[in-house]
């Protein structure tokens, strides 16, 4: 099991390890308000959809512990607006709005409590979702697994890892327990322009682990997909559409096309709270747009030309027909993914 702590709520605080300074700092930034966790998503302290979505939980226990001075009718006000303004935090992931939804209906279902008490059932309830994300992930890196082959070479893109989730991971989750289940793997990571999630995070967490692997420049995946020296791709999810178009990020889509072109099986990894049922496909998934900056400067040195224009959407959307399977907690989903994946919402 990873010893990597990625978020953790205790003293009435939430700790996250502060991503944007991995891996030459190992430092927690500390949320004591829920506008501290908006910040969080949206700088980035945090991210990977799963652990974006129980922060974001955490930041509505810290909404509820700030407005309990409030009478009641303004507290509830009060704590509408806080889940609004963490709601729309970042727009990609779908596990962020998937879990103030169920944060949202446990403030309506007990608003006849006292406050201090329904900040107990706030508080209960992201544990809750916190503690499923662990254990979904063990289940999902057990099916995972089960594709792996002995002595596979696997490409990944970004980080899925502990530190995208509450702990263990979702691609890399599965890489882990190959790893650990005696499997002869070696790994590719993409660095992942422009944040570097990659070279950053997933570098810190194979190495970490002991997992053997290289890193490569982002350019590098075609080659060696190309000259048949990948057996198999792992990448996470944002969000997944009903028929199988997957928001991933930025560069994904790119892999997928050559992965189709050379015959690698390309998965998606990730928990069933990263699809979204109430969309047909990936046409409907709104495309974050960062700022410039991650890409005119590197960890804040320039290295493009003042005035340059530039266009940075964090994600891109993978055709379902691109994809060979997508592994859940439930199970692996196999084409034809609009039936499929219908199922599993049952
Ligand atoms: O912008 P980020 O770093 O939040 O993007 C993360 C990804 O795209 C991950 O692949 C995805 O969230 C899955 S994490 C288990």
Redesign the pocket.
Known sequence: MSKIKTIEFKDEKLFLLDQRKLPTDYEFFVCETFEDVDFAIKD?VV??????GAAAAYGVVLAARQFMKYDKEDFIKRMYEACNVLYNS?PT?VNLMWAIKRMRKVLEENRSLETEEIYEKLREEADSIFKEDLSTNKKIAEFGNSIVPQKAIILT????GAL??TGY???LGVIREAFYSGKDIFVYADETRP?L?GARLTAWELAQEGIPSKLIADSVAATLIRDGKIDLIL????RIASNGDTA??IGTFMLSVIAKVYGVPFYIV?PTTTIDFDIESGKEIKIEERSAEEVTHISGVRIAPEGIDVYNP??DVTPGENITGIITEKGIVKKPFKENILKLRE
């Open positions: 980035m991210r990977g959809a799963p652990a974006i970042r992931a893109h970004c980080n899925t995208a989730t991971g979702t691609a944040r999630q990448v996470g999810a944002d991933n990020k990730a964090a994600f």
